[in-house]
Each structure stands twice: as structure tokens, then as C-alpha cells.
């Protein structure tokens, strides 16, 4: 799998109309009393280089300089780390599991293979993990209610209480497919068991459990040895196009990184 293109929030032709606050500023002149002005409360649209499209970005005091920092998409930041990760994790666990093939005490250089392996390996769950709960919150329209009908009340929550009170898969398996007509867990597929296997995988990492016998503590690194990596890269990127198309791209560089 090659490495995806990046995108930014809010990028598209202006004007971008769902924005408030928003204000084009001449950057070929020196504008710093003028960013100066306006740092506090208001945004700026860039335009990106090599389209007609327009991104959104704030203005940064950085040690007495004013400068215009766009905002990327964070669900895609957090997707293109766990790629990223994953091709550290498996550099790592190639060069661990050989190095212990063949050594009856542990180096020192095993130790950082251990230590950088299970880094690499739970980073990458829980960026990807991130990235679908990212998604989904960015996926919840703005002024629609998600309403729970039960025999002696009705719950209705806005935006924000979704994001804050509705539990993972309630997003994703009745929120989503209220607001967007469709459901990517309808049916039961490999697919989107990777998910749910990633869910378990993060819950176990984040919430890291001991106990005397040192059988959770070997269980989740076995897991964590046996995860199926590049497969779920792929069921995140299927679930994500699902609700908004062509979301997850390759990039169109020569370069895989």
C-alpha cells in the first residue's frame, strides 16, 4: 500500500461559505501589523499551489512573528502515522524475531528491538483506532439531532453530546447510518471484523492490564505479534471511502515513504 495524499481541513474552492471570520491577506507583502490585528479572532484562506483550491489556516505568534499555520486533516494525519508506524513495526519485528531466533541471553540490542517493536505496534493501533473516531466526528452534520426512541422516553442529542456521550460503535453502527442512509455493518464481513478487532486491540493497549501470572501482559504482545496490519489499514480506508468517496487516496508521487 502506498503512502495517501494528504488533504486539509476545510480545502476547496472559494468562497468557503461554511466559515466564519474568514479573510483573505496578501502574503507577498509584509502584512505583520495586519496579522498582528486579526491573530486573536480571526482565520485565513491560503491558496495551495498547485490547484484553485483554498485552505484554512490560523495566525500563529510565533517569538514576535506572525505566521499563517494551515490546519491538515486530522483524520489523516492520524492514518498516514499509522502507516507510517507500520513500516517501522515491521522493519522491527523482522530484526527481533531473527535476532531471538539465534541468541540463548538478551542483548542489549534485543532490548531495543523489543522496546521499539512494541512502540511501534501499539502506536500504530492506537493512531489508526484515532483515526476512525476522527472520522466519525467529522462525519456527524452540523444541526441534526441523533434521537434514541425508547418505550418511556425519547433521548435526543446534539452534536456535541454524540461526540461526547455516544459510545463507539453506537456511532458507528446506528449514528453513521441514521444521518447517511447506509451502513458499512450490516452485514458481518472480514472487512469490517478488523475493525472491531482493532477496537478490542487499542481498549487492551490504553487500558494495560497486569496481573501476577503474566498472562495478559503475554497475551497482548502475542496479539500484538499475530495483529493483521496491512489488512486492517485497508478496512479503515474501506469503511472511510464508504461514507465519503475517494476520501482515502494514494498519493501521486513516485516516492513511498
Known sequence: MKHIKKKYLFQGPLPITNLNNLQ??????????????????????????????????????????????????????????????????????????????NVETITHDCSNELFNFYGYASSYVVNLFTSIESFINSMLPDGENYIVEGKKRTEVYKKTQIQENVCFFDK??????????????????????????????????????????????????????????DETLGAVASLMNFYKPNYIEACGCNNDF
Open 172 to 229: 458507528l453502527k446506528i449514528v453513521l447510518p441514521q444521518f447517511h442512509k447506509k451502513n458499512f455493518f450490516k452485514v458481518r464481513t472480514p472487512t469490517n471484523q478488523h475493525i472491531i478487532n482493532l477496537k478490542e486491540l487499542r481498549d487492551e493497549i490504553v487500558h494495560t492490564k497486569s496481573d501476577s501470572k503474566l498472562e495478559v501482559s503475554i497475551e497482548l504482545f502475542r496479539r500484538l505479534l499475530n495483529f493483521k496490519y
Open 24 to 101: 483573505q491577506i496578501n502574503l507577498l507583502v509584509n502584512n505583520q501589523e495586519l496579522l498582528k490585528q486579526k491573530a486573536k479572532y480571526h482565520y485565513v484562506a491560503l491558496k495551495l499551489s498547485d490547484s484553485k483550491e483554498m485552505i484554512y489556516a490560523f495566525i500563529y505568534n510565533h517569538k514576535g512573528k506572525y505566521i499563517n499555520i494551515p490546519l491538515p486533516d486530522y483524520t489523516l494525519v492520524y492514518y498516514n502515522f499509522a502507516y507510517l508506524l507500520n513500516i517501522e513495526r515491521k522493519n522491527q519485528q523482522e530484526i527481533l524475531l531473527s535476532h531471538l531466533s
